[in-house]
Structure formats: C-alpha cells, structure tokens
C-alpha cells in the first residue's frame, strides 16, 4: 500500500512539474491498477442486481400463487373445469382418487413475468381413515336443514361430535390395557365400541325478564366392547323471548361405522348409535313454550362388514323422554321432535320436510396445492397450499 501511496505522489508531481505530462506506460498501469481494485466491487454489485431480481420474481411469482387460490375457491369445481378447458388448459381428473389437476396455466406477473401455473385439488386428505391426521369431512354425506329461523338459534354438533375422535384421550385412565388404547383409534378397536348420548333440555320461565332459559345438557358415553364405559358431557344455555320460536338444531355424524349389521335395506345398514332426548319445564305451567328440536343424521360408508353400503341410525335406538320415536306422539307434545332418522315412509310420524334435497354426495373439501414455475424454466418460483 505504501508503494501504490508513492507510485500517485509521482504521478501527481509530474503532472503538476513535468512538462512532459505522463508516459502511456504509466496511464497504463494507472488504469490496470484501477481494473484490479474495482473488480470485486462490480461483481458484488451486480451479483446484488441479480439477488433483488430473484426475489422479486419469487415476490411475484408468490402473490400470483395466492391470487389463483383465490379464484379456486370462489368457482365450483364442475366450473373451474369448463372454464380452464375453453381456455386450452390441460385438466387431469383421477376417477380413482377424486383429485383434479390443472396444469402450465398462463399468468402474466406484476413485472410482466411469464409464469406457468399448476393447480392441484386432492380430496384424499380429508377422506381415507381414521389413521388419517385431517378432519374425515369427506367421509360422510351431510343434509342440509331446509329452514333455519335466523342465526339465534341452538346448533347442536360439535357438542355431540367433539369426542368422537378423541377415544385415546377419555379412555386413558381407564381399567382397559394400555396396547388397547394406543390402538383404541384403529378400525380393529374402533369397531368395538358403541356411543350412547342423552340429551337433557331443562327450561325455566323468568317471569320479570320474559324470558325463557334452557341449559342443555350432552352425555356421551363410549363403551369398549360391552365393558368399559367412559362418559363425557357438554352443555350449552340459551334465552328465548316469548314471541321468537324455540328451535334447537342437531346434526349427528355417524360413530359406528364399522357395525355387521342390524337389519335395514339392501342399500343400508343400521347401526348401534342410540340417542335420547329429555325435556323437563320447570317454570309456570301457563307460560310453556313449544320447543322444536330438529335432528339431522349423517350417512356414512359402512367400512366394516359388507364395506360400501350406507350406515344409518335405527330409529328405534330414538327415545324421546324414554319413549321409542315411533311410538311418540309429536304433535299432541310441547316438545315437537323432527328427524331424517330411519324411514319416512313407514316411521316417520310427521310430514316436516327436514332437509332440502337429497344428502350432500359430492366432495366436500379438497386440499389445494398451487406451483408456480417460470415460462421455460422447470424451477418452482412459489407455492402455496390451502383448501378449497
């Protein structure tokens, strides 16, 4: 450095003294000397330039993902397919896992990027077992109510679902073996075990307020092959006026799904599930109300014996304040019970149409995977994975 320091005191000098100006040699060597210094500044700067650019496209590349998800989730499937089909994008439909794949659609970036996006919706995630570690939504037919009166109403089915596969949790603790419970949630197991809820509505009358207060009351007891029991309970409060209609609405998924059969159809079994519901009014006599209580089962796919027919509730494992549902008379009650549950041909007692149309037996949630690579290029810029 001291060296390089006396070469451009030198220079300088002659500049300023030596008429002669300076040697092309020199000029040469200046510019060399220059070169040498200034290299490793330039590549850094344009190494920079390529950094920023990079994660730019990436930037970009990941707001297209996010916006394509977007625009899945607000069509229908049967849509998504016609339009990305009009649009000469190639849509692959796996008739054995239900999963649609649409691939390389065209998206201009916000730097005018040329991106190539690909769109998968698999529904096997949520559907396939109970080792599965997602929500088995998929697994089961849902009906619709045809007619909730508003929001304010009582829904009743986290309450009675929340424990349906948690049987390693409750049955911790209990007499069975330790092996029977790390496995409790296996088919083999699971299919020795029988769910029976009582439902206790109590309802008071507040004669100051006007109100009507109901606490309701779920005990959900799971019995490991006619032995071991283990019940758990949830419960809710609710205020009605007395103008408004007092509705509680039930939706049951089905928790034996693995039974042999107890009698039913050649497109059905029923299954060993049993619910009773007790209604108690406590307040003044003059001032009952009428209680409408709505129950909607969830067909199931049998996976036990005779895999592939539908499992249902026998409607005779119905009570309603210890009576057989077939037996109860809805109408001459202050407590009106309305079901899907079993036939309605032949048990139903009342002509309420429960639900609209026929059980949900489409796909209903698909996990959504988006790859967005850039034209010409097989590196992946941004993905992004959500449901749809």
């Not at 909730?148 to 009675?160: A, E, I, K, P, T």
């Not at 424990?163 to 197991?189: H, P, R, S, Y």
Request: proline share 1%.
């Amino acid at each position: 450095m001291v060296k390089l320091k006396g070469f451009f005191k030198k220079i300088r000098r002659q500049f300023n003294s030596d008429n002669r100006g300076v040697s092309l040699v020199e000029i040469l060597a200046t510019v060399a000397i220059i070169a040498i210094i200034s290299t490793p500044l330039i590549n850094s700067f344009i190494n920079a330039i390529k950094v920023n650019g990079q994660a730019r496209i990436i930037q970009n590349g990941t707001s297209v993902a996010q916006d394509m998800a977007e625009v899945f989730k607000v069509f229908e499937v049967e849509q998504l397919v016609k339009n990305y089909e009009d649009q000469g994008v190639e849509v692959i439909y796996d008739e054995t896992t239900g999963k649609y794949t649409f691939s390389n659609i065209a998206v201009e970036g916000a730097d005018g990027e040329d991106f190539l996006v690909t769109v998968e919706l698999d529904p096997t995630t949520y559907a396939g077992g109970l080792e599965s570690d997602k929500l088995q939504v998929n697994d089961v037919n849902l009906p619709v109510f045809s007619g909730l009166y508003g929001s304010d109403c009582v829904m009743l089915y986290r309450q009675y679902a929340s424990f349906d596969e948690q049987l390693m949790e409750i049955f911790a603790g209990t007499t069975l073996d330790n092996n029977i419970v790390k496995n409790i949630n296996t088919d083999a197991e699971r299919r020795k075990i029988t769910k029976s809820t009582d439902i206790i509505v109590n309802c008071d009358y507040n004669s100051t307020s006007e109100k009507y207060f109901y606490d309701i009351k779920l005990n959900m007891t799971y019995t490991y092959d006619y032995g071991v029991s283990v019940t758990v309970t949830k419960s809710m409060e609710k205020s009605y006026s007395g103008d408004e209609i007092h509705n509680i609405y039930m939706i049951c998924p089905i928790f034996d799904k693995y039974s042999i059969g107890f009698g039913g159809t050649e497109e059905f079994f029923y299954n060993s599930d049993k619910i009773n519901i007790t209604y108690n009014y406590t307040g003044n006599i003059d001032n009952e109300h009428d209680l409408y209580f709505y129950i909607a089962e969830q067909q199931a796919t049998n996976i036990g014996y005779d895999a592939g027919k539908l499992m249902r509730i026998n409607p005779r494992n119905l009570y309603i304040n210890g009576v057989d549902y077939t037996m109860y008379n809805t109408e001459s009650e202050r407590l009106k019970v309305y079901t899907n549950i079993g036939d309605k041909d032949t048990t139903f007692s009342n002509s309420y149409d429960l639900t609209y149309g026929d059980y949900n037996t489409g796909i209903a949630l698909y996990e959504m995977n988006v790859t967005v690579t850039e034209e010409g290029s097989t590196d992946t810029v941004a993905t992004f994975t959500t449901t749809k």
